[in-house]
């Protein structure tokens, strides 16, 4: 499975081909896992493409809520140089601050990370991202619906890939209510889809390199009776359809998982087994630079081997 795609990765080096000009008849995607702080983990895996060169032989790259915003970074070739933003004590005690619900304000501040962060204080590239022939697939939550959906048809400027990046990383009730686009409102892309394969096995996938931001050894558990009593009253009034996989994400995991772990052609890279434990609000230096550092470590080791070129 996972020489499959080394190999791919190789004669792609060789062959210098750019996307949409491939012969080789193969759709190679990087697709990359949401958990909000957890995108740490795939943070440092970005930077291993970049500083591995490898980004130029993916077809596309997928990602939900963090993984999405990491993906943009990838795109524009600040995956490096932005890195520390994980471990700033501003940029996360500004865009994540538990104590805003006691103002019934969001917990996470996306709109200050995106519309402030991204654009004045660690601009983001956006029309490299925009430019970029890897294209970039946002998914999103359809409040009304609860499918998963790729946001890619709706970007076409900067304000749409930003609102796009938002709508990706809607986690319900921590970042307040649902992003609306031309008239469909959108949540966290983790509701529906944490690690976007279906979407992108739909769309002609044949080849996958996953980022995980969870451990093998972590699971994921229903929600409490508390969680449902909340979350239900938060998803009727603002979400409705996104209520039921927002319910049973346990086997919306579980299938993922299967998905990934069957298909013939894929790399996961997971964050190894004692790594440090990232809270979905984790905002403390020392952990999330460490996480940042371990995905770069990890995914070095997991995709090196595409710096042979067959002969």
Same mark, same amino acid.
Request: aromatic share 4%; charged share 20%; with cysteine.
């Given at each position: 499975?996972?020489?499959?795609?080394?190999?791919?990765?190789?004669?792609?080096?060789?062959?210098?081909?750019?996307?949409?000009?491939? +012969?080789?008849?193969?759709?190679?995607?990087?697709?990359? &896992?949401?958990?909000?702080?957890?995108?740490?983990?795939?943070?440092?895996? /970005?930077? *291993?493409?970049?500083?591995?060169?490898?980004?130029?032989?993916?077809?596309?790259?997928?990602?939900?809520?963090?993984?999405?915003?990491?993906?943009?970074?990838?795109?524009?070739?600040?995956?490096?140089? /932005?890195?520390?933003?994980?471990?700033?004590?501003?940029?996360?005690? %500004?865009?994540?601050? $538990?104590?805003?619900?006691?103002?019934?304000?969001?917990?996470?501040?996306?709109?200050?990370?995106? +519309?402030?962060?991204? %654009?004045?204080?660690?601009?983001?590239?956006? @029309?490299?991202?925009?430019?970029?022939?890897?294209?970039?697939?946002?998914? =999103?939550? !359809?409040?009304?619906?609860?499918?998963?959906? !790729?946001?890619?048809?709706?970007?076409? !400027?900067?304000?749409?890939? +930003? %609102?796009?990046?938002?709508?990706?990383?809607?986690?319900?009730?921590?970042?307040?209510?649902?992003?609306?686009?031309?008239?469909? $409102?959108?949540?966290?892309?983790?509701?529906?889809?944490? /690690? $976007?394969?279906?979407?992108?096995? =739909? @769309?002609?996938?044949?080849?996958?390199?996953?980022?995980?931001?969870?451990?093998?050894?972590?699971?994921?558990?229903? $929600?409490?009776?508390?969680?449902?009593?909340?979350?239900?009253?938060?998803?009727?009034?603002? *979400?409705?359809?996104?209520? &039921?996989?927002?319910?049973?994400?346990? &086997?919306?995991?579980?299938?993922?998982?299967?998905?990934?772990?069957?298909?013939? *052609?894929?790399? @996961?890279?997971?964050?190894?087994?004692?790594?440090?434990?990232?809270?979905?609000?984790?905002?403390?230096?020392?952990?999330?630079?460490?996480?940042?550092? /371990?995905?770069?470590?990890?995914?070095? !080791?997991?995709?090196?081997?595409?710096?042979?070129?067959?002969?």
């Amino acid at each position: 499975m996972t020489e499959s795609v080394i190999q791919l990765l190789r004669d792609r080096r060789k062959q210098g081909s750019a996307p949409g000009h491939r +012969q080789d008849g193969a759709r190679l995607v990087l697709l990359i &896992e949401g958990g909000s702080s957890r995108g740490a983990y795939s943070s440092g895996m /970005t930077v *291993a493409i970049e500083q591995l060169g490898l980004l130029p032989f993916f077809d596309a790259v997928y990602g939900s809520s963090a993984g999405a915003l990491n993906a943009a970074w990838l795109l524009c070739g600040r995956a490096d140089s /932005t890195k520390h933003a994980w471990w700033d004590r501003t940029i996360m005690g %500004t865009t994540i601050n $538990p104590r805003r619900i006691l103002r019934r304000q969001p917990v996470v501040d996306t709109s200050y990370l995106v +519309q402030k962060v991204y %654009t004045e204080i660690m601009p983001m590239g956006f @029309q490299e991202v925009l430019d970029n022939p890897v294209g970039i697939h946002p998914i =999103a939550t !359809d409040a009304i619906t609860g499918q998963p959906i !790729d946001l890619h048809p709706h970007i076409h !400027d900067q304000a749409s890939l +930003q %609102t796009a990046l938002r709508a990706s990383a809607a986690m319900p009730l921590l970042a307040g209510p649902p992003v609306v686009i031309d008239g469909t $409102p959108y949540v966290d892309a983790g509701v529906s889809e944490g /690690t $976007p394969v279906r979407t992108a096995l =739909a @769309q002609g996938a044949t080849h996958i390199v996953a980022f995980r931001t969870r451990r093998l050894d972590e699971t994921q558990s229903p $929600p409490s009776r508390a969680e449902r009593v909340v979350m239900t009253r938060w998803f009727t009034r603002h *979400a409705p359809g996104a209520l &039921e996989p927002w319910l049973h994400r346990v &086997e919306i995991r579980a299938e993922e998982e299967r998905l990934l772990t069957s298909h013939p *052609a894929t790399i @996961q890279v997971r964050p190894p087994v004692g790594s440090v434990s990232i809270g979905r609000t984790e905002r403390r230096p020392d952990p999330l630079k460490a996480a940042v550092e /371990t995905g770069r470590r990890t995914a070095l !080791d997991a995709l090196s081997g595409s710096l042979e070129v067959s002969v």
